[in-house]
């Protein structure tokens, strides 16, 4: 069973940066694609970037050149480094991990972006 973990969320003033991690474990060979995505109070999960495991990214547009997702040193680790974030960016983001056509979910971790 692969288990997903996120940390680093917080609360930051409008303008500032944070950076989130993601480890995936559990897993006998490597994690395909690992993604970041964000719900925010009423609205549904939106994409927010993913990564493949050959270092492909896509970004929601909304996010592009102001976030940066990359994989870690680590297997199956990735980070979110976000920056100029907005308060419209506050939600609870979570991580997701492809492997073997079975998506596997994080429990989320909630940034607040203050004005």
């Known amino acids: 069973q692969v288990q997903v973990v996120e940390s680093g969320g917080g609360l930051v003033q409008a303008g500032g940066s944070l950076r989130l991690s993601c480890a995936a474990s559990g897993s006998r060979f490597s994690i395909d694609d690992m993604g970041w995505y964000r719900q925010a109070p009423g609205k549904q999960r939106e994409l927010v970037a993913r990564?493949?495991?050959?270092?492909?990214?896509n970004y929601a547009d909304s996010v592009k050149g102001r976030f940066i997702i990359s994989r870690g040193n680590a297997e199956n680790t990735v980070y979110l480094h976000m920056s100029s974030l907005k308060p419209e960016d506050t939600a609870v983001y979570y991580c997701a991990a492809d492997y073997f056509s079975a998506t596997y979910w994080g429990q989320g971790t909630q940034v607040t972006v203050s004005s």
């Open positions: 990564i493949g495991r050959g270092g492909t990214t």
